[in-house]
């Protein structure tokens, strides 16, 4: 799946509002850009919370690694 291709229901939409698939495009390039940041914002207030236990994670992540 390419990156164009994860948001068929948006693009639709933005077909039926006449936009060009140039304009399609960028927009969804935003899209993507936004969800990226809500992620990374989403992860850091995780660990802030308490949620997410960011050493757990490193530890877990190096022991793969050693594998």
């Known amino acids: 799946m390419t990156d164009n291709d994860k948001y068929p229901e948006l693009r639709e ?3 039926g509002e006449n936009y060009s698939d140039i304009q399609i495009d960028h927009i969804i390039s935003e ?32 022991k793969k690694m050693a594998d």
Not at 31 to 39: L, N
Request: proline fraction near 0%; avoid cysteine.
């Open 13 to 15: 939409y933005l077909r």
């Open 31 to 62: 899209v993507q850009e936004y969800e990226a940041e809500t992620r990374v914002d989403s992860i850091m207030d995780s660990i802030d919370s308490g949620h997410l236990d960011i050493q757990a994670l490193i530890d877990d992540a190096l």
